[in-house]
T-cell receptor
Framework: GEDVEQSLFLSVREGDSSVINCTYT??????LYWYKQEPGAGLQLLTY?????DMKQDQRLTVLLNKKDKHLSLRIADTQTGDSAIYFC?????????FGTGTRLQVFP | DAGVIQSPRHEVTEMGQEVTLRCKPI?????LFWYRQTMMRGLELLIY????????DSGMPEDRFSAKMPNASFSTLKIQPSEPRDSAVYFC???????????FGPGTRLTVL
């Protein structure tokens, strides 16, 4: 079945790295995405990775993909208070995005 | 481009009333998606369109919900009659193709009393 799972909360100190994890179920997913949602706002695409890649880096963001374990992670280096938000991973399945439950990241000084 | 535009941003209505949510996709995008976000169920895809034609409405909860896309620049999601359990944030998103990045609007927060 379609089920994308994430831990619900993560709390980190400003300046530390954050790692948000996600597991998905469909090994045929071609793209996997990370979206960010700030309070009262819509979802903003952060980054995505094609299924034939293991890693993608974009400034402070690093995405790691382990296809064997169907595990996706998002690492945010030098986490800032402005990074506080809910982060959703999503897989593309039959032309539809299946979202995880979202991880609420709280950054404290 | 202004991005995906949704209106209204907030809607408060009474049970039994008709509610219409509106969406203007990004110009040139052929796909339009309607999502619902609640604390209990997270983000759910309700329906999506390709070139104004509904492709998959399997996520529409029940017959009280209907969606239309009369042209490439406008879509509506209607709930009639509305119920308190319909209270949620409704997002519209659009993309060039089904496999492309979806761009989300700011959402409409619906409260049904």
């Amino acid at each position: 079945g379609e089920d994308v799972e994430q831990s619900l909360f993560l709390s980190v100190r400003e300046g530390d790295s954050s790692v948000i994890n996600c597991t998905y179920t469909d090994s045929s997913s071609t793209y996997l995405y990370w979206y960010k949602q700030e309070p009262g706002a819509g979802l903003q695409l952060l980054t995505y990775i094609f299924s034939n890649m293991d890693m993608k880096q974009d400034q402070r963001l690093t995405v790691l993909l382990n296809k064997k374990d169907k595990h996706l992670s998002l690492r945010i280096a030098d986490t800032q208070t402005g990074d506080s938000a809910i982060y959703f991973c999503a897989e593309m399945n039959n032309d539809k995005l299946i979202f995880g439950t979202g991880t609420r990241l709280q950054v404290f000084p | 481009d202004a991005g995906v535009i949704q209106s209204p941003r907030h809607e408060v209505t009474e049970m039994g009333q008709e509610v219409t949510l509106r969406c203007k996709p990004i110009s040139g995008h052929d796909y339009l998606f309607w999502y619902r976000q609640t604390m209990m169920r997270g983000l759910e895809l309700l329906i999506y369109f390709n070139n104004n034609v509904p492709i998959d409405d399997s996520g529409m909860p029940e017959d009280r919900f209907s969606a239309k896309m009369p042209n490439a620049s406008f879509s509506t999601l209607k709930i009639q009659p509305s119920e308190p359990r319909d209270s949620a944030v409704y997002f519209c998103a659009s993309s060039w193709t089904s496999a492309d990045t979806q761009y989300f609007g700011p959402g409409t927060r619906l409260t049904v009393l």
